[in-house]
């Protein structure tokens, strides 16, 4: 009986954690083309800037580890922020979380045309209505509900299978070397160049705060389970993002793979490169853009829940308008599923369909939510005269502070910045009309335990 537990958990785990951390390891089909095309394609400063952008990420990931200890019913930054600084603060965090799945939807749905694309190529023509096909299509998927975390996980595990078979043949079989200088010329020193380029690669860390929230759909444990599962998923997503990443660069700066031509993309070129461009291309693609499309998916189904749980009726606490609380009969609130679809319709067509035009408003607002639970965690440790965890949050902090300047610095992520703030005002307002009901910093935790 005891192993029958043990292996009944060990299988839970399994669908939770690779079905979680989708969003990340997805995250480096378009992050490591981002740093390289903010290095001008000089692949020599790739691995540094890679190195910086895992560096936050493992800061920002110590700060997690502690809020699951503070947090293991769920809720995330929200749950963080408004417990620190009261109810009202949790709206910061909650804006710039809906308009970062929005985000992270759009530019998933651009990245997955893009894998198509490479391979083949006589799509590009028709990029844009690839796009919005393949964003119709994940939504009217999530309106058959939120199951599928087994297939979800499945396809995590794909990626990152054929992603180390890829990386496995670019150092130790025979390649196709490409012609790319390993020093492109440029206007910035080696260090400032790095400096400038690693906030574009940060997307790398959007979807790390995901178990926070995400531990509240295991019901079945207690809080000591889900503080491991949670801390558990966190973990291993890191090291199989830093494997991914620091494989994939290496093997780029390898084979001299630099900036792809319009119709590919930087993975896919050194996929082709170091494995020929027959079956295990295909692969590579194919897992590529199935995780896309699950992390699509994914927040498909946890923005309109926020939106759901913030709504009058349906268990919400009363802020939001009671349509956006009903649902269809697979419990899935289809208003704010087409809510959704419109809003990364409207991002997409306005890129062109091109992911790597939306990186940069990316990078900005999730690290508003990171942001706020550093803070908030700072806050708790400070009290409690915890120096050593109080001195990393406060690291972590300014990190993330530095990482946000220098994308704001270059101009059109503010309006990542001003639509979260937009939506964090909104948002409070019609909580102060609504009478400030309690329980809005529960909202990613109400929702997490939904799906």
Same mark, same amino acid.
């Given at each position: 009986?005891?192993?029958?537990?043990?292996?009944?958990?060990?299988?839970?785990?399994?669908?939770?954690?690779?079905?979680?951390?989708? @969003?990340?390891?997805?995250?480096?089909?378009?992050?490591? $083309?981002?740093?390289?095309?903010?290095?001008?394609?000089?692949?020599?400063?790739?691995?540094?800037?890679?190195?910086?952008?895992?560096?936050?990420?493992?800061?920002?990931?110590?700060?997690?580890?502690?809020?699951?200890?503070?947090?293991? $019913?769920?809720?995330?930054?929200?749950?963080?922020? #408004?417990?620190?600084?009261?109810?009202?603060?949790?709206?910061?965090?909650?804006?710039?979380?809906?308009?970062?799945?929005?985000?992270?939807?759009?530019?998933?749905?651009?990245?997955?045309?893009?894998?198509?694309?490479?391979?083949?190529?006589?799509?590009?023509?028709?990029?844009?209505?690839?796009?919005?096909?393949?964003?119709?299509?994940? *939504?009217?998927?999530?309106?058959?509900?939120?199951?599928?975390?087994?297939?979800?996980?499945?396809?995590?595990?794909?990626?990152?299978?054929? #992603?180390?078979?890829?990386?496995?043949?670019?150092?130790?079989?025979?390649?196709?070397?490409?012609?790319?200088?390993?020093?492109?010329?440029?206007?910035?020193?080696?260090?400032?160049?790095?400096?400038?380029?690693?906030?574009?690669?940060?997307? %790398?860390?959007?979807?790390?705060?995901?178990?926070?929230?995400?531990?509240?759909? /295991?019901?079945?444990?207690? @809080?000591?389970?889900?503080?491991?599962?949670?801390?558990?998923?966190?973990?291993?997503? %890191?090291?199989?993002?830093?494997?991914?990443?620091?494989?994939?660069?290496?093997?780029?700066?390898?084979?001299?793979?630099?900036?792809?031509?319009?119709?590919?993309?930087?993975?896919?070129?050194?996929?082709?490169?170091?494995?020929?461009?027959?079956?295990?291309? *295909?692969?590579?693609?194919?897992?590529?853009?199935?995780?896309?499309?699950?992390?699509?998916?994914?927040?498909?189904?946890?923005?309109?829940?926020?939106?759901?749980?913030?709504?009058?009726?349906?268990?919400?606490?009363?802020?939001?308008?009671?349509?956006?609380?009903?649902?269809?009969?697979?419990? +899935?609130?289809?208003?704010?599923? =087409?809510?959704?679809?419109?809003?990364?319709?409207?991002? =997409?067509?306005?890129?062109? #369909?091109?992911?790597?035009? %939306?990186?940069?408003?990316?990078?900005?607002?999730?690290?508003?939510? !990171?942001?706020?639970?550093?803070?908030?965690?700072?806050? !708790?440790?400070?009290?409690?005269?915890?120096?050593?965890?109080?001195?990393?949050?406060?690291?972590?902090?300014?990190?993330?502070?530095? +990482?946000?300047?220098?994308?704001?610095?270059?101009?059109?992520?503010?309006?990542?910045?001003?639509?979260? /703030?937009?939506?964090?005002?909104?948002?409070?307002?019609?909580?102060?009309?609504?009478?400030?009901?309690?329980?809005?910093? @529960?909202? $990613?935790?109400?929702?997490?335990?939904?799906?």
């Amino acid at each position: 009986m005891l192993a029958k537990v043990y292996r009944s958990r060990a299988v839970l785990l399994f669908a939770f954690a690779f079905s979680v951390m989708g @969003d990340p390891v997805s995250s480096v089909a378009y992050a490591i $083309e981002a740093a390289l095309r903010a290095l001008h394609g000089d692949l020599a400063l790739l691995l540094p800037a890679m190195g910086v952008v895992l560096a936050v990420v493992l800061v920002i990931s110590f700060n997690y580890h502690s809020l699951y200890g503070r947090f293991p $019913e769920g809720g995330g930054d929200a749950a963080a922020t #408004g417990r620190a600084f009261g109810e009202g603060w949790a709206f910061l965090p909650l804006g710039a979380l809906i308009v970062d799945y929005a985000l992270t939807i759009a530019i998933s749905a651009a990245a997955g045309a893009s894998a198509a694309i490479a391979y083949v190529p006589r799509l590009e023509p028709g990029r844009v209505p690839l796009t919005l096909v393949l964003l119709t299509v994940v *939504a009217g998927l999530t309106m058959f509900g939120h199951g599928g975390r087994s297939l979800f996980a499945l396809m995590t595990v794909a990626f990152v299978a054929v #992603g180390s078979v890829v990386i496995g043949a670019a150092f130790l079989g025979p390649v196709s070397h490409g012609h790319a200088p390993l020093h492109a010329s440029g206007g910035h020193g080696p260090s400032i160049a790095v400096l400038l380029a690693f906030p574009v690669a940060m997307a %790398l860390a959007t979807g790390v705060e995901a178990p926070s929230s995400a531990i509240a759909q /295991l019901g079945q444990l207690d @809080d000591a389970g889900r503080r491991w599962f949670g801390r558990i998923t966190l973990w291993s997503m %890191l090291a199989i993002v830093l494997w991914l990443s620091v494989g994939l660069s290496a093997a780029a700066v390898h084979l001299r793979i630099g900036i792809p031509p319009h119709d590919s993309t930087q993975i896919a070129e050194t996929a082709r490169a170091a494995v020929g461009g027959g079956g295990l291309f *295909a692969a590579f693609q194919l897992t590529t853009g199935a995780l896309l499309l699950a992390a699509a998916s994914s927040s498909f189904q946890a923005g309109p829940g926020v939106l759901k749980a913030l709504a009058i009726g349906g268990g919400g606490t009363g802020v939001l308008p009671a349509r956006l609380a009903i649902t269809n009969r697979h419990h +899935t609130p289809y208003w704010g599923v =087409a809510l959704f679809l419109a809003a990364a319709g409207v991002t =997409a067509v306005g890129a062109g #369909g091109h992911e790597q035009r %939306l990186v940069l408003f990316y990078a900005v607002a999730v690290f508003i939510a !990171f942001l706020g639970g550093l803070l908030s965690m700072m806050h !708790f440790f400070v009290a409690e005269r915890r120096w050593l965890l109080s001195a990393t949050s406060a690291v972590g902090a300014v990190a993330v502070a530095v +990482t946000l300047c220098l994308n704001l610095a270059r101009g059109y992520p503010i309006a990542s910045l001003a639509a979260a /703030l937009a939506i964090a005002a909104v948002l409070y307002r019609f909580w102060v009309r609504a009478g400030k009901p309690r329980g809005v910093s @529960d909202a $990613e935790a109400a929702a997490a335990a939904e799906s």
